[in-house]
């Protein structure tokens, strides 16, 4: 490739990463790379390994599409780890002030309206809350390391942030980090780049306490997740706090052994979706938040249409607010209706009932529907009426009241408790999890 063309093509491809990349992102992975002109393969100079593995990973179809493709599918380009003295050959200049990075303690930015206070509580929440209160009153002392996991939305990020107010308020002499799992690695690249990791090292590890959140973007990456296994063993070792919150539970995450095995020391807790009454809570709370006047019977309706998560509750809240103050309407059920039809859900949860639960669940583990609806208490029946109580509250956006009634009777605090013991026993038993997996598939089919 001549060398002209080369540079061209350069230049459109980091025309291209900066329309794609945060500007973060950019400074700290893409800029620092050159190219080098004069060898006849294409050949990019990078800082180190991990902007190599790093580009590779996430621009992989980028580079084929600029510079070609080998045959196994890698981009048509060399990469070189580049030397001091490769840098630029230029005379000699005054060397620069050196640019220390802003402290880390400076950078933690706490959102304010995370905090216990604004956290609503439910059955699906009620236990992590708790835990995570623990935590908080006396860090260290117990549920160390505390790994929360659940889906987008449900509060994590939340609880992880409450825990830091409460640092910052009552335990003003500890040194505690709430960080993301992207801003972990986005630092150990800076102080890689700048010959400063010892520095960062050391910041990390004489924390008292560590927040991290969404540790699954450590997967595949493994000089990364390295550095921060050492560093996560090294603030164990020294009975130091470590909160973790994930989409999945550590047995799923596709880490090292190793990492699992630490993250899985402690207490393991999922929060989970919550049920029709905690969502009318956290709908009318996010309303007189912002001053919006929510009825019951609205906050009911608005709770049965959308499901999901959290955060699309305090969506709907804003956008019907805005709505109904710019319009001087009342909120209605028609107003309700065209202001917040689009995100109504119509998924396979809200057509899922007890009766076809029970159906799927009686086929897989082979024990009658009656059985499962009586109050036989033989092993295998009661082990196939706990995972069909805890499908049941996973799958069906009602009370828990509700729910268990339609096992013949059962009080709500029964079915909460087979939901608790089916959830931790998944976290250890593969083959529970794979034979609930297929009995959900079934059910959502």
């Known amino acids: 490739m001549l060398a002209q063309s080369l540079e061209e093509t350069w230049s459109e ?15 700290n992975w893409i ?26 990973d996430n621009y992989r179809d ?52 995370y905090t216990f206070d604004h956290f609503i509580e439910g059955p699906s929440n009620q236990f992590i809350k708790s835990a995570c209160l623990g935590v908080a009153s006396k860090p260290g002392k117990s549920y160390n390391p505390l790994f929360i996991h659940g889906g987008v939305g449900l509060g994590k990020t939340h609880l992880l942030h409450a825990i830091g107010h409460v640092l910052r308020k009552d335990h003003k002499k500890l040194r505690f980090q709430c960080i993301t799992t992207e801003g ?17 090292k050391r910041y990390f590890r004489n924390l008292d306490v560590l927040l991290v959140d969404d540790i699954q973007f450590l997967q595949n990456r493994l000089n990364f997740e390295e550095e921060f296994c050492n560093t996560f063993e090294t603030l164990i070792n020294q009975n130091k706090q470590i909160v973790i919150t994930s989409d999945k539970p550590p047995g799923q995450l596709k880490l090292s052994e190793r990492m699992i095995a630490r993250m899985e020391w402690g207490l393991v807790a999922h929060i989970g979706m919550p049920d029709v009454e905690t969502r009318v809570a956290i709908l009318q709370h996010k309303a007189e938040q912002k001053g919006f006047k929510l009825s019951n019977h609205i906050a009911f309706y608005i709770a049965e249409h959308i499901f999901n998560n959290v955060r699309q509750l305090e969506g709907a809240v804003n956008r019907l607010g805005a709505h109904c103050r710019l319009m001087h309407l009342e909120a209605t059920e028609e107003v309700v209706d065209h202001t917040l039809g689009e995100m109504f859900q119509s998924t ?10 029970l159906t799927s669940v009686s086929s897989m583990f082979n024990v009658s529907e009656s059985d499962l609806r009586g109050a036989k208490r033989s092993k295998d029946i009661a082990t196939a009426r706990q995972i069909a109580m805890y499908l049941a509250k996973e799958l069906i956006g009602e009370s828990l009241t509700k729910i268990a009634s339609a096992f013949g009777g059962k009080k709500h605090s029964t079915l909460l408790h087979a ?7 998944i976290e250890s038993n ?3 999890r794979r034979q609930i997996q297929m009995t959900r598939q079934n059910i959502e089919a």
């Open 31 to 56: 800029a620092p790379i050159k190219v080098d002109l004069q060898e006849d393969t294409p050949t990019l100079l990078v800082p180190n390994v991990f902007v190599r593995e790093y580009l590779l």
């Open 348 to 357: 396979p949860q809200g057509r899922v009932s007890v009766d076809r639960i």
């Open 419 to 425: 939901w608790k013991k089916v959830s931790k026993e």
């Open 184 to 200: 972990f690695i986005n630092d150990l690249v800076f102080h890689l780049r700048n010959k400063s990791v010892d520095k960062m």
């Open 62 to 113: 980028e580079l084929c599409m600029f510079f070609g493709t080998r045959k196994k599918g890698e981009p048509d380009l060399q990469f070189a780890v580049q030397k001091q003295n490769q840098e630029k050959r230029q005379a000699p200049v005054k060397p620069r002030p050196k640019v220390e990075k802003v402290p880390f303690e400076q950078e933690m930015k706490l959102n304010e309206n």
């Open 430 to 432: 593969e083959r529970l």
């Open 13 to 27: 491809f980091l025309s291209l990463m900066k329309e794609r990349c945060s500007r973060v992102e950019y400074a």
